[in-house]
């Protein structure tokens, strides 16, 4: 009786140590699926941002050469204007600007 006892005791410790390696196992495969599928959403996220980046960049770059243009169109209209001042205007203007400048005579 006692050894059909110890049998039966080795017997159920031979299964639970069936069922612990059976299930180390399963956890081990759950953590790996785990693990691919958060790599994979990792992945799919950084192309995503790289995308947006990029997108971002053209973007910023596109709108900054229109302002430069925009800016370069109003510094040469300004020049054409300058350009374009009767002699007169401008003896007007340096006289008022030497008035300015130069000290004033007091005798």
Known sequence: MEEDLLQALIKVESEIQHS????????????????????????TKKRQLDDEYTLSL??????CEL???HEIDIANQVAENLQNLSDEILQNEVKEFLQQILPQDKG
Do not use: F, P
């Not at 759950?30 to 994979?40: G, K, P, T």
């Not at 053209?58 to 709108?63: A, F, G, P, S, Y």
């Open 58 to 63: 053209e973007k910023t770059c596109n709108e």
């Open 20 to 43: 612990l390696e059976s299930e180390r196992k399963k956890a081990a495969e759950w953590l790996e699926s785990v693990r691919v599928s958060l790599s994979r959403e990792l992945e």
């Open 67 to 69: 302002k430069a243009k």
